[in-house]
């Protein structure tokens, strides 16, 4: 068993993705230890901070997400 140390700002953060067992919602890979994690809001509603609605991925995830979806 891995503890990963808490060196995200954004406890938010943490907590999706301890819901997602430590796994990017993008991706599925697990975060690495230290490693940024992003916040993705599923309705593109960046006011929206409800949990339901985030999701934890990976940094270049998120890049990749948005680059995929366009949206403005
Ligand atoms: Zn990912
Ligand atoms: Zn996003």
Redesign the pocket.
Known sequence: MVLLTLRWDNSQSFNQARKQDHKCGYCGLRFIDGEDI?L??IDGNHNNWKSQNMMAVHQSC?QY??MSKRDT
Request: zero cysteines.
């Open positions: 992003h993705h809001h998120h997400i948005h």
